[in-house]
């Protein structure tokens, strides 16, 4: 198992008190395994998510990714296990407006130490960004940043790649062709995926489909 979670809890302070959104979650993700996370809205699969990416931590239990105890790790131990372990991709793109998109592709993969330009030659022309390599962020269309954020993601090899619906504000066609994208190269570069998605189309295509409700996990 290279993704092991065992009763993780967590809560939000709102007007009207603690709220309890993750009431004890236990999930264990095979390596190259692809999981669809599903749940209705509200039911805390963003937070879920960024409690596994390292973005926040569980107030209670255990996350241990690639052998590391990322709910145990300070700050600058996320930081190092943002870098190299886990890749986001969300749907607010966060590409950096003054690079282009050549740089914003490899910047990830730079920073992680594992810039490689043989894969990212191959991950530019299946994404089809090669004749957008010289645009910057503002001059593409929502679908063009989304692959780019993908291929951003992708290009760093990271062990486990989490996605929020990555597809959900692209229209059927182009979120359909994008996912597929998505899936085979994170086949081809053996890493784990766990997908956050509204759609049982495309949960489909995945391993294994979880549902989160009532604030635990059910296959
Ligand atoms: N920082 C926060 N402070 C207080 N409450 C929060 C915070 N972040 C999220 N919540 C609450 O936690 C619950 C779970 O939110 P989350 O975004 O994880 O759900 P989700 O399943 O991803 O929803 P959606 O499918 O609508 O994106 C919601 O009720 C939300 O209002």
Do not use: C
Not at 48 to 68: F, T
């Amino acid at each position: 198992m290279i993704l092991i979670l065992s009763e993780v809890t967590k809560s939000y302070p709102t007007p009207e008190g603690r709220v309890e959104i993750l009431r004890g979650i236990n999930l264990a993700v095979r390596a190259g395994e692809s999981v669809a996370l599903t749940g209705e809205s509200g039911s805390g699969k963003s937070t879920l998510l960024h409690l596994i990416g390292g973005l926040d931590r569980p107030d209670a239990g255990e996350i241990v990714m690639n052998g590391k105890y990322v709910s145990a790790l300070g700050d600058d131990g996320r930081a190092s296990y943002r870098r190299t372990d886990v890749g986001l991709v969300f749907q607010q793109f966060n590409l950096i407006p003054s690079l282009n998109v050549a740089a914003n592709i490899s910047f990830h993969a730079k920073l992680a130490g594992r810039f490689d330009k043989g894969w990212e030659d191959e991950i530019t022309d299946r994404l089809g960004l090669r004749p957008l390599l010289n645009r910057y962020p503002e001059q593409l269309s929502g679908g063009q940043q989304q692959r780019v954020a993908i291929g951003r993601t992708l290009a760093a090899r990271p062990p486990l790649v989490l996605a929020d619906e990555p597809t959900g504000n692209l229209d059927e066609a182009t979120g359909d062709a994008v996912m597929e994208l998505m899936l085979s190269l994170a086949r081809s570069a053996a890493a784990t995926l766990l997908f956050v998605t509204h759609s049982t189309r495309l949960a489909s295509r995945l391993d294994r489909k979880v549902i989160l409700h009532g604030g635990r996990i059910g296959e």
